[in-house]
């Protein structure tokens, strides 16, 4: 599914982020940003042993902002490591969700980047309601574009169909100003 706005697009497909061709790719990160399970532990493998190496030189990253390394043995010239919150409940968990899509997009602007892919942040371990998460994600990622003019593709990149059919409602519920 795809959606164009403002000068970008954002796009939603099922795969593995490892093999995203975009200019940067997002990690969804630990605090230590070491090495993890899940898309954390994917993305570590594929880029190589140098990936955790530099993670080890940044020494960590608060929740809801984001640190960039080199993209090593991956297509994707950068990692974007955001780190999302452990869900509570809490008003704040939404905020620093938000955080995380924000400041990677601002990051990807200011490095000139043209195209960068996320999958579902905080929705793994950190138990985040993939409901709640796309409609965060969703939002932030729109609001962004329709503010930027920077031309950014933006990737959703889901590991199941279910996700990606959760994904797809509260994008067309965005389209259609229900959300």
Known sequence: ?????????????????TQEQTDAIVNAANGRLLPGGGVCGAIHRAA??????????????????VRVTPGFNLQAKYVFHAVGPVYHGNPGDEIMLASCYREALREAERMGLKSISFPAISTGIFGYPIKEAARVALRTIIEFLRQS????GVRMVLFSSPDYEVHARVLRDLQHGIS
């Open 1 to 17: 599914m795809r959606w164009e706005v403002g000068n970008g697009v954002v796009e939603l497909v099922t795969g593995d982020i």
């Open 48 to 65: 190589g042993p140098e990936l955790a190496r530099d993670c080890a030189r940044i020494g960590g990253c608060p929740t809801g902002e």
């Open 149 to 152: 003019q920077a031309g950014l």
